[in-house]
C-alpha cells in the first residue's frame, strides 16, 4: 500500500525565520526557494489540524508525507470523507512526477499541485496557487 510518515521531515514554524536562517548557509538559490515553499505550505496546512474540533475538516492531528518506492508525495490530507488529497510542492513549472504516480494508482483520491503561480486545470491534476493551500481546502477542481 501506501506509506504515510508523520515526524520525518523537519519543517521552521516561520517561513521568515526559515529565510532568515537559509541566508547564513551556502545552499543553491533552488533548494532555499523549495524549503521556503514548502515550509510555507506546510504551515498552511497545519492550521487545518489546529482548528477547533467543530470547524475541522480534516483527520489527523498534523500534515503527513508519503513514500512510495522512489516516489515521495509532499503532503496527504485525509478529509472527513476520508478522501486522500495529495498536494505537491513546486516552486515552478517542473512537473509533479510523485503527484502523477500517486493519483494513477489510486493511492490518492484527489491530486493537486500547489506553486506560486497562478493555478489552473491540467490533464492528470489541477494546480492551485500555494497561497490558497490551507484557507481554500477542500479545493474545487
Not at 501506501?2 to 536562517?21: K, L, M, Q
Not at 516516489?71 to 512537473?95: A, C, M, P, Q, S
Request: glycine share 10%; charged share 25%.
Amino acid at each position: 500500500m501506501i506509506d504515510v510518515v508523520s515526524n520525518h521531515r523537519a519543517y521552521f514554524a516561520d517561513p521568515g525565520i526559515a529565510y532568515y536562517i537559509s541566508n547564513l548557509v551556502t545552499v543553491p538559490r533552488y533548494a532555499i526557494e523549495g524549503m521556503l515553499t514548502e515550509t510555507f505550505a506546510y504551515t498552511e496546512i497545519d492550521r487545518l489540524y489546529q482548528m477547533p474540533v467543530g470547524k475541522k475538516v480534516v483527520k489527523g492531528d498534523k500534515p503527513c508525507f508519503s513514500i512510495c518506492g522512489d516516489y515521495e508525495l509532499d503532503f496527504v490530507v485525509v478529509d472527513h470523507e476520508y478522501l486522500k488529497w495529495g498536494i505537491e510542492v513546486k516552486t515552478g513549472d517542473n512537473r509533479a512526477k510523485s503527484l502523477a504516480f500517486s493519483k494513477e494508482r489510486g493511492r490518492i483520491d484527489k491530486a493537486f499541485r500547489a506553486t506560486p503561480t497562478k493555478g489552473g486545470h491540467g490533464e492528470k491534476f489541477d494546480t492551485i496557487p500555494i497561497y490558497l493551500v490551507g484557507v481554500r481546502f477542500p479545493y474545487v477542481g
